[in-house]
């Protein structure tokens, strides 16, 4: 599994604001979508291309081009959605499937409680959209799902990372598939509530208000 840690100075500020208490909700929502969107720059570096003829109004020559079957986005329901338009505005072509996981907060295990995807996924490359990196509970269940499926490889893009939640996914991966995960920054650690610290918080809450 490859793990890929974007250090770059806009994605550092746009991360600090968003750890921020005193930020609202709003610009929480916008901020998540412009650091998604630099994010997903980053992930997907390796995305499938085919080479395509052309002519300029000068001259013939070759390009490149997406790759069909188009690359399948999965949002991780409820805070994964925050991430979408960030993600799509990149890849207005891909297809866009969605999983509903959350964690038992006594357990912190992942639950499925919703799945809107192909059954086949055979040779896809997919982009799972899930904010938090905590336990690797959400993940985990999410890749293997997608694994299990046929997915020829899975990139989770994460706004933050828990060490924790790395070496669990790393764990249950372990040689099955190509894997990575693109994240802005991996912080210390999780607290006894399966929280990041330092983090953000519950990145559901901030986008979306505790409902
Ligand atoms: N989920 C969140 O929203 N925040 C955390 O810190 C951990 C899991």
């Given at each position: 599994m490859r793990v890929h840690i974007v250090d770059h100075p806009l994605v550092g500020h746009k991360l600090t604001i968003l750890r921020d208490e005193r930020t609202d909700s709003l610009t929480f929502r916008n901020l998540v979508d412009e650091l998604v969107t630099l994010l997903a720059y980053e992930a997907t570096s390796s995305i499938a291309v085919e080479q395509r003829a052309i002519r300029t109004p000068v001259a013939a020559t070759t390009g490149v081009h997406l790759s069909q079957p188009s690359p399948i986005v999965v949002p991780i329901l409820r805070a994964g959605l925050g991430m979408l338009s960030g993600m799509t505005r990149l890849l207005p072509t891909a297809e866009v499937g969605f999983l509903g996981l959350q964690r038992d907060e006594e357990t912190l295990q992942a639950i499925t409680y919703a799945n809107r995807l192909p059954d086949n996924l055979a040779g896809r490359q997919c982009f799972v959209l899930d904010p938090m990196l905590a336990t690797g509970g959400t993940l985990v269940a999410s890749i293997d799902y997608l694994l299990d499926r046929g997915a020829r490889d899975v990139t989770a893009?994460?706004?933050?990372?828990?060490?924790?939640?790395?070496?669990?996914?790393?764990?249950a991966v372990g040689d099955r598939g190509n894997v990575q995960i693109v994240t802005s920054a991996l912080d210390e650690r999780l607290n006894e509530?399966?929280?990041?610290?330092?983090?953000?918080?519950?990145a559901g809450d901030r986008l979306y208000g505790v409902v």
């Open positions: 893009i994460c706004l933050l990372a828990a060490p924790e939640g790395l070496t669990a996914v790393e764990k509530r399966g929280y990041i610290v330092p983090g953000l918080g519950d």
